[in-house]
């Protein structure tokens, strides 16, 4: 069971790759993602978001409803195919959204235990911090989620970076 983050541009090739049976796309309003071949339309969600962590005129803040819907449609998915979580960089938006999904997955799993796996899987991973704080209230962490997050920050950010797998589930996890 897992989880593959990716940017817009290595999509195309981690789908055929792979072969997931659901793709979620977190993208710019107005930027063209053709789904590709083999992802059925009712396993493709795509939401319209940019990427920033505070509401602003003229953009599409993530919002409740948001992070709403991208956790009730990771609940469509039985994990026996990776599902593919993409962003345009593969940094932000992608990764907080397969946090989301882990944490959820993993209701008595330290936040923190996840967050480190998610470092260690990849060197770049900048999850947007609005997304994990509202995945936080919504879920009821109290906060943990942002915390553990916030912990794993690190100074040099970078514009993108390769795929990589986020395990729902790890041995020892609940």
């Not at 009712?42 to 990427?51: F, G, M, S, T």
């Not at 997304?131 to 942002?146: E, K, N, Q, S």
Request: proline share 8%; net charge positive.
């Amino acid at each position: 069971m897992t989880l593959i983050v990716c940017s817009l541009a290595l999509m195309p090739q981690v789908v055929h790759e792979r072969r997931p049976s659901h793709l979620l796309t977190l993208i710019d309003p107005g930027t063209p993602v053709e789904r590709p071949l083999g992802v059925d339309a009712r396993r493709h969600l795509r939401l319209d978001l940019d990427d920033i962590s505070q509401p602003m005129d003229g953009f599409a803040a993530p919002d409740e409803a948001s992070v709403q819907r991208l956790l009730a449609f990771a609940r469509t998915w039985d994990a026996r195919r990776p599902m593919v979580v993409h962003c345009f960089a593969g940094v932000s938006r992608s990764g907080a959204s397969a946090y989301a999904i882990a944490c959820e997955r993993n209701p008595g799993v330290d936040e923190y235990e996840i967050a480190r796996a998610m470092r260690r899987a990849a060197r770049h991973a900048q999850p947007n911090r609005r997304i994990v704080a509202l995945a936080d209230d919504i879920l009821g962490r109290g906060g943990r989620m942002v915390d553990a997050i916030d912990s794993i920050k690190v100074n040099n950010v970078q514009p993108t970076g390769p795929a990589y797998d986020l395990p729902v589930r790890y041995p020892g996890w609940t």
